[in-house]
């Protein structure tokens, strides 16, 4: 899979007339007499499906929003944001200023090519079973309630690690299509890294999840919170070396590569979820070394 460029963008809206206009934040492009200070949203990342951005919302907002979702600003309008796998077309950042005003900064979402293998065959029949489901709800709800905890960590600033080098043997987004009936896509990396190699947190975080029992399908399940709604799942592992509620930094061992839960055999699956989209994890760190 080809990475996409990573992308900066530094943008500033100002109301005019009743409409919005775009100006170029650098004020030396504006004439000396007519220089002004418009308000602007900075931000740099990955502008494209599964992707990213960390940026500063202008000076004084009130609050600021990305489309519908509004978005936690720090003291100094930090916050972070990301494109679920499946987002496309043109995307909005709104801040909320004190006079009324908005400022608005349109960005543009490059699509993927997706790795798309269509196999000639149906796609199996049938649900799950009422047996199945009756484990399967209670599971659900505690990763649910995970993900919900929004933990003090600032993990979310950080330039993400690879939690374990090896062979990657499934991307993200990848997806299967039977006779034309779309089935789910793989919604995070996997890594063939050896049973029982040890693997590290890609960034500072909080234990939101430390399963002592192997769930249905994800096994022994390790949830990391870095903050600002964004966490990485870590699936199948062999061993938990953290428990829940502790607080991890970047580079710690926190759990063990294995096959449990439904996995053909040994290797990490890492998924990265921002609130409720799924992002790629190789567009936080980079191809491997």
Do not use: C
């Not at 740099?44 to 940026?55: D, K, P, V, Y």
């Not at 790795?115 to 505690?142: C, D, K, Y």
């Amino acid at each position: 899979m080809k990475r996409p460029l990573q992308l900066a963008a530094l943008a500033a809206v100002a109301a005019v007339g009743g409409s919005f206009a775009l100006f170029a934040a650098d004020s030396s492009a504006q004439p000396a007499a007519q220089a002004v200070h418009t308000p602007a949203f900075t931000y740099a990342g990955e502008l494209t499906q599964g992707g990213w951005i960390r940026g500063q919302a202008p000076t004084g907002a009130l609050g600021a929003r990305l489309g519908d979702q509004e978005l936690v600003l720090d003291e100094a309008g930090h916050f972070f944001a990301g494109f679920d796998r499946d987002a496309g077309g043109q995307v909005e950042l709104v801040a909320d200023m004190p006079d009324g005003s908005h400022v608005v900064a349109p960005i543009t979402l490059a699509p993927r090519n997706w790795q798309i293998e269509h196999v000639n065959v149906a796609r199996s029949p049938g649900g799950a079973t009422e047996a199945f489901m009756q484990r399967r709800l209670p599971e659900l709800a505690r990763i649910n309630a995970a993900r919900e905890v929004n933990a003090a960590s600032d993990g979310w600033r950080q330039q993400f690690i690879w939690p374990v080098r090896g062979r990657i043997s499934g991307r993200f987004g990848s997806q299967r299509i039977y006779r034309g009936e779309p089935g789910a896509y793989h919604s995070g990396i996997d890594i063939a890294g050896g049973d029982g190699t040890t693997f590290v947190a890609p960034a500072d975080g909080v234990v939101v999840l430390a399963t002592d029992t192997p769930f249905s399908l994800e096994g022994y399940l390790l949830i990391i919170d870095h903050g600002n709604g964004l966490n990485s799942a870590f699936l199948h592992n062999s061993a938990i070396l953290v428990r829940e509620g502790e607080t991890v930094r970047q580079g710690q061992p926190i759990g063990r590569i294995g096959a449990s839960g439904r996995a053909t055999g040994p290797h990490l699956h890492w998924g990265i979820k921002w609130r409720e989209a799924r992002l790629d994890p190789i567009l936080f760190t980079g191809p491997m070394p």
